[in-house]
């Protein structure tokens, strides 16, 4: 089984015009949501091999809090901040493990997550959590195959 996770950020913080967008941290809504789905992933039981993280400030916080609850260590990779879907995929594929999970961006991760989905997942929000399996153990069958199953969570408002 191949199993890869998909985190949007949480919402981030928009009230310093003066930071770099990959500085921005998160905001009261995005520190309050990331934890929150953080902890309903933790409950299904999925465990990653690896948790790859943009290194913006935002990816990294929202990294955090699911790294907390899934009992792993996120790992920032420079090449997901502002990934094309593209290059998410691959950044999995590369990742040498049967189950991974990704915190990124938008546009990428619903770019990502609408093409894996069929059109199922119109959208990321912040801190959405899609989830896809396949039934083979390789990466590079599971990457030009649908896969088996997918879900999807979002904050709730």
């Not at 609850?69 to 691959?90: I, K, N």
């Amino acid at each position: 089984m191949t199993t890869l996770v998909l985190v949007r950020h949480a919402k981030s913080d928009w009230g310093d015009p003066g930071l770099l967008d990959h500085d921005r941290p998160l905001n009261d809504r995005g520190l309050r949501d990331a934890p929150e789905l953080a902890q309903r992933l933790a409950a299904t039981g999925f465990r990653p091999d690896r948790l790859l993280t943009s290194t913006a400030v935002r990816a990294r916080t929202t990294a955090g809090f699911f790294a907390d609850a899934l009992g792993v260590e996120p790992e920032p990779t420079e090449d997901l901040y502002g990934a094309s879907a593209r290059t998410l995929l691959a950044t999995a594929v590369a990742a040498g493990v049967p189950h991974v999970m990704l915190v990124a961006h938008d546009p990428g991760m619903t770019t990502l997550a609408e093409s894996l989905s069929n059109g199922g997942i119109g959208a990321m929000p912040t801190c959405a959590v899609a989830t896809f399996r396949w039934s083979t153990d390789d990466w590079d069958v599971a990457s030009s195959i649908d896969p088996d199953e997918w879900g999807f969570d979002r904050p709730r408002r």
